[in-house]
């Protein structure tokens, strides 16, 4: 069935760093992906989105590229803030059906100044 | 503009009871849907809404119900509560179901049952 793998946490950088979180998913169709992320004690926020292949989502330093070959949409940030400590989800959205939001398992990220 | 607002924030209930959530999604979605979030399980679909018709449901048992009203605010209900259902619930708006919308969601309702 239709999935979303997200790379193991919890990630623990120091300010300033360069982040990656690997997401890979399998889908019957041609998805639209999403990033979301989590603060401690709320719900989630739309980080970015890419609706097509070779598309790429941006939003507040955050950046992911849809990579249809590879069947990924990896998330990167060049340098991160201790305000970026969240738990990050990748989530697909298919297109061919009228089909539920479908949630990776998360990826926690600490940022240590 | 508003957000989605989900009522109560926190809620502790006995085994046996029974709780309604609610959800009142952007003005102007029409789509609703609820997801079940816990520290073993990540994010478990419940269920969707739109035009006041359930057009998709998770693998959750009859005990979890819902409903939407004509103005998209939404309502789940659990029944004879079990400690397992201990959980955030949350609930999600769409402005529409086509693929290329993104959820925006509420705060949650933290479910304790004891």
């Known amino acids: 069935g239709d999935s979303v793998t997200q790379m193991e946490g919890p990630v623990t950088l120091s300010e300033e760093a360069f982040l990656t979180i690997n997401c890979t998913y399998t889908?019957?169709?041609?998805?639209?992906l999403f990033w979301y992320v989590q603060y401690p004690g709320e719900g989630l926020q739309l980080l970015l989105k890419?609706?097509?292949?070779?598309d790429k989502g941006s939003n507040k330093g955050f950046e992911a590229t849809y990579r249809k070959e590879t069947t990924s949409f990896h998330l990167e940030k060049g340098s991160v803030q201790v305000s970026d400590s969240a738990v990050y989800f990748c989530?697909?959205?298919?297109?061919?059906?009228?089909?539920?939001?479908?949630f990776g398992p998360g990826t926690s990220l600490s940022v240590i100044p | 503009k508003a957000g989605v607002t989900q009522t109560p924030r926190y809620l502790i209930k006995t085994r046996g009871q029974q709780v309604t959530l609610s959800c009142s999604p952007i003005?102007?979605?029409?789509?609703v849907s609820w997801y079940q979030q816990t520290p073993g399980q990540g994010l478990q679909f419940l269920f969707e809404?739109?035009?006041?018709?359930?057009?998709n449901k998770g693998n959750f048992p009859g005990r979890f119900s819902g409903r939407q009203f004509s103005n998209s605010r939404s309502e789940m209900n659990v029944s004879t509560l079990e400690l397992g259902d201990s959980a955030l619930y949350l609930c999600?708006?769409?402005?529409?179901?086509?693929?290329?919308?993104?959820?925006?969601f509420g705060s949650g309702t933290r479910l304790t049952v004891v």
């Open positions: 989530a697909l959205r298919l297109k061919t059906s009228y089909d539920k939001v479908i």
């Open positions: 889908a019957t169709g041609y998805p639209s």
């Open positions: 999600a708006s769409s402005f529409d179901r086509k693929s290329h919308y993104g959820y925006t």
């Open positions: 003005s102007g979605h029409r789509s």
């Open positions: 809404y739109f035009s006041e018709t359930q057009r």
């Open positions: 890419a609706t097509k292949a070779d």
